[in-house]
């Protein structure tokens, strides 16, 4: 239904900015059917975590870990949900993932029900 596509991740020094970029692709419906748009990340041997979240509606939240420093924002006629990250310290260090939640939605009488996608990740890498 949805693709999604992640860039802008590589090495930085410990202070630096990245903008990571998450394009999404699909028929119109299903496109037009995306609320929650987000970013994960997973560091090796750890647990995939919730970064930054917004709705539709353009409500934000973000995992103390990253408040202040990280902002998610999203273009709907771009298709793309980014997130800008500033002041980045090594423990920022992961793969970062980007993440789509939408409701269901009907294409003439076939229902297509609440579907969730995910991107390939980007490397995000914070030298000290």
């Known amino acids: 239904q949805v693709q999604l596509v992640e860039s802008g991740g590589g090495l930085v020094q410990a202070g630096g900015s990245l903008r990571l970029s998450c394009v999404a692709s699909?028929?119109?419906?299903?496109?037009?059917?995306?609320?929650?748009m987000r970013w994960y990340r997973q560091a090796p041997g750890k647990q995939r975590d919730l970064v930054a979240q917004i709705t539709s509606g353009g409500s934000t939240n973000y995992a103390d870990s990253v408040k202040g420093r990280f902002t998610i924002s999203r273009d709907n006629a771009k298709k793309t949900v980014y997130l800008q990250m500033n002041s980045l310290k090594p423990e920022d260090t992961a793969v970062y993932y980007c993440n789509v939640q939408g409701a269901g939605y009907y294409i003439g009488r076939t229902y297509y029900p609440d579907f969730g996608a995910w991107g390939q990740g980007t490397q995000v890498t914070v030298s000290s």
């Open positions: 699909g028929s119109s419906s299903s496109i037009n059917a995306i609320d929650s």
